[in-house]
């Protein structure tokens, strides 16, 4: 099976320039959505290594951004979700892996088959599924 390529993001704008750009109550609830994530994915799974580069991760990063395309809409989220990884310093294959379960989750959240559930639900169905992508340890 051929792996799909990740295109590069724009590393124009960093978190904090898009946050302060953009209007007040929409960064607010990416905020809050990423705080929804992080709080979901430690509930889901308890172990460190699941976390880091691990399934964790990657339900995390699906869960906000399918949020906060429900939420804020999706080139919203698309710039938040960009401008995060553009500030964070990670090898090439982490950055891949968070970039593809962060299309998935805008990608499901405007899909009619899937937009009806909530950010719980779809990571779930994504996860359960096997649609997430991890890094193999």
Request: aromatic residues 10%; glycine residues 6%.
């Given at each position: 099976?051929?792996?799909?390529v990740v295109?590069?993001?724009?590393?124009?704008?960093?978190?904090?320039?898009?946050?302060?750009?953009?209007?007040?109550?929409?960064?607010?609830?990416?905020?809050?959505?990423?705080?929804?994530?992080?709080?979901?994915?430690?509930?889901?799974?308890?172990?460190?290594?699941?976390?880091?580069n691990?399934?964790?991760d990657?339900?995390?990063?699906?869960?906000?951004?399918?949020?906060?395309?429900?939420?804020?809409?999706?080139?919203?989220?698309?710039?938040?979700?960009?401008?995060?990884?553009?500030?964070?310093?990670?090898?090439?294959?982490?950055?891949?892996?968070?970039?593809?379960?962060?299309?998935?989750?805008?990608?499901?959240?405007?899909?009619?088959?899937f937009?009806?559930?909530?950010?719980?639900?779809?990571?779930?169905?994504a996860?359960?599924?096997?649609?997430?992508?991890?890094?193999?340890?």
């Amino acid at each position: 099976q051929k792996r799909p390529v990740v295109k590069p993001i724009d590393r124009g704008l960093t978190e904090m320039e898009i946050a302060v750009s953009r209007p007040a109550m929409e960064t607010y609830r990416a905020w809050r959505l990423s705080e929804d994530a992080y709080d979901a994915s430690d509930k889901r799974f308890k172990k460190q290594e699941e976390r880091r580069n691990g399934i964790g991760d990657a339900y995390r990063h699906f869960y906000w951004n399918y949020a906060m395309t429900q939420s804020i809409g999706r080139e919203a989220a698309k710039a938040y979700a960009d401008s995060h990884e553009v500030d964070e310093y990670q090898p090439a294959n982490e950055l891949e892996m968070d970039l593809r379960n962060n299309r998935l989750g805008r990608a499901m959240a405007v899909d009619p088959r899937f937009r009806g559930l909530s950010a719980k639900e779809a990571a779930d169905l994504a996860w359960r599924r096997g649609w997430l992508h991890r890094l193999r340890r």
